[in-house]
């Protein structure tokens, strides 16, 4: 059976790490973006270079009508999938609990817990042995911030993820009799353009000596424990978290 598989938000960090890693492992890959077609065609040479086949598409998977037509498109070019890796997601400019708004709230909980429930939906319907899918496997892309709050930077966005590792656990529970497994990884300081997004881009160099190890972690070192648990060698592994953040 041929490996298909999804990174959603893979035009760059962990996302495009992972759609590398995965065309070296065999996977057919499946690019989202939501903006940046650029670096998203930048990210599809490179999994090309690998000899893998590769579709690039454009949507914002917080909005059911795109994720709708993502995976319409993906049933049509590519064929059926066998792989989730629900990574796209946002924070925004650091600030304590003074400066969050409903506007802010609405775009945190619609980019990083509506996207996950709403591409899990549809990956399950063509995965699902109860609807004639062949099984398959969800790594969602979690944070230690999920269990540790970001107080006076990203409550918001920890909160976000905290919502994400519930799904996890719920999913792992409802899907297992389906042949769908459902992990996470929660990762920690990672070099990744994210944290300019916070207003802070070299916030993994300020804080890296706080760690027990002493350093920032990298895209790929993310990727490889995702690609992990979407392997058979992880063929007994679900509702699990997989963290990669340095002993943090």
């Known amino acids: 059976m041929e490996k298909i598989i999804l990174i959603t938000g893979s035009s ?42 590769c579709l690039t598409i454009q949507a914002d998977v917080s909005k059911e009508n795109e ?22 997601g946002i924070l925004e400019q650091q600030t304590g609990i003074l400066g969050l708004d409903s506007s802010r709230l609405q775009r945190i909980w619609a980019a990083n817990i509506d996207s996950v429930i709403l591409c899990s939906r549809e990956a399950v319907k063509r995965m699902s042995t109860e609807r004639g899918g062949h099984g398959g496997a969800i790594v969602n892309v979690s944070s230690v911030a999920a269990r540790l709050g970001a107080p006076g930077e990203y409550v918001d966005y920890a909160a976000s993820k905290g919502a994400v590792d519930s799904i996890t656990l719920g999913l792992a529970k409802e899907l297992a009799p389906w042949g769908i497994r459902v992990n996470a990884v929660r990762p920690g300081f990672i070099y990744s353009d994210i944290h300019a997004s916070g207003g802070e881009p070299g916030r ?27 392997s058979a060698d992880a063929s007994y592994t679900t509702g699990s978290f997989l963290e990669v953040a340095g002993g943090r």
């Not at 996302?15 to 070296?24: D, E, H, P, S």
């Not at 994720?67 to 796209?88: C, H, P, Y």
């Not at 706080?210 to 895209?219: A, D, F, H, Q, V």
Request: net charge positive; aromatic share 6%.
């Open 12 to 53: 760059r960090g962990i996302g495009a790490a992972t759609a590398i890693r995965a065309a070296k492992e065999g996977y057919k890959v499946c690019i989202n973006y939501r903006e940046n077609k650029a670096a998203a065609m930048q990210v599809a040479e490179q999994v090309r270079a690998s000899g893998a086949a």
């Open 67 to 88: 994720v709708l037509s993502l995976f319409e498109k993906i049933d049509k070019e590519t064929g059926t999938l066998t792989a989730l890796v629900n990574n796209a």
């Open 204 to 230: 993994v160099d300020r804080l890296a000596a706080s760690l027990p190890m002493k350093r920032g972690g990298y895209p790929d070192e993310v990727a490889a424990a995702i690609l992990w648990l979407l």
